[in-house]
């Protein structure tokens, strides 16, 4: 049963791709424009702006999440913000920008036939916003609000203390939403500014997900692109995170548990051991959640992942009121895998797991689109997006097994909590030799 549900998983994405027609992309005005036909009567058009928190600098935090939300929020040259939404509500289409680590996006979805009515909105939002005043304070304000939120909650403050510790003196320590200080002194002339500068033709790529011919969509692609200014490529820096020992930082804080993060080494974006090691991280969270939660009742939800961006990592979390028990069999369980390494049988079961719940997700036009864009603005090529289950199928045990051990090392450790209930000597030793696979 598990060898015929494999081969329908691995059969969907050709199943698919013969529903949707062959995905293709083209240059205008310098600009790469990537369409995938849809098979159906929704179109998905995303505009990505690369870069993400290598475009501002730390004061600035926060400054391309607003402008983002202004495009839609602040109306635009020709509409005040209740007219923009209104003509949109009228069609039931979605436009709307938010920004991440790696890049930005400015999205529209709408049924094709009502294309001709929302295109003109989504072009003169992106191209030309207002940044009326009284609706900028307003948006800067339900940010900080936003913020102060994530604040209060445990889970997120930990995520932010343990990439601001391990990244520090970087990019990658910035938040994109900003902090309460640097988002408060953000201003609606400042942030217009930052805009003009961000948004021009070498920073840009363009993807379309629907059915619509290609004449008329390079006519349409081409009348925004002629509004945008020219600018050159712009170089994004990929860099390569690898603590130099197994370091701890406790931080007091009033709560009923502890949480727990860490951040260790991953693979770059494009490079080969990057599926490997997004299969190995997956395995492994379901062996750290058995160990941690189900064999010793250490956390309620225990998690690992890969965080797969310009500057890639993997995290290990738990909220447990015993630290030193959970670092003692967390470490226990990593130096097992190091000797022992993963099974075959783990190996098949994720392929089959991982790809199904992909190409689950991609039966959204936005969801194909998200893949698209993710593809390109982080490993430089969007037909991953297409690739990823002859990708997958490549991977062996022993690359499984090679790129754990290779990237699972050294961990940089942080505690929110009562650092009395922790020993850093734990959390700092070191871990047993792995085996050569």
Known sequence: MKKILLVLCLMAPAALLAQMGKAYDMNINGVKVIVQPSGNDIVEIRTIIKGGVQNYSNEQAGIESLALSALTECGTASMDKNSFKNALDA???????????????????????DLKKVWPLYVEALTAPRFDEKEFTRIRQDLITQIRSMASQPDNETDRLARSTAFAGTAYAREPIGTEATVSKLTPAATKAYYKKLLHRGRIAVVIVGDIDRTELEAAVKSLLDKVPEGPQIKLQKQSFTATGNSFLPVKKDLATNYVQGITAAPQPGSPDYDAFVLAMRIFYTRHFVEIRSNNGLSYAPATWFSGGLTPFANLFASTTEPNKYITVARQLIDKIRREGFTDDELRNMKTGYLTRTWYKQETNAEQAASLAQNEAVHGNWKRALTIADDMKKVSLADLNRVFNKYVTNISWVLQGDPSKADPNLFKQKETPAKTF
């Not at 979605?94 to 094709?112: L, P, S």
């Open 91 to 113: 069609v039931s289409a979605q436009v709307g920008g938010w920004t991440e680590m790696d890049f930005a996006t400015f999205r529209m979805n709408c049924i094709k036939t």
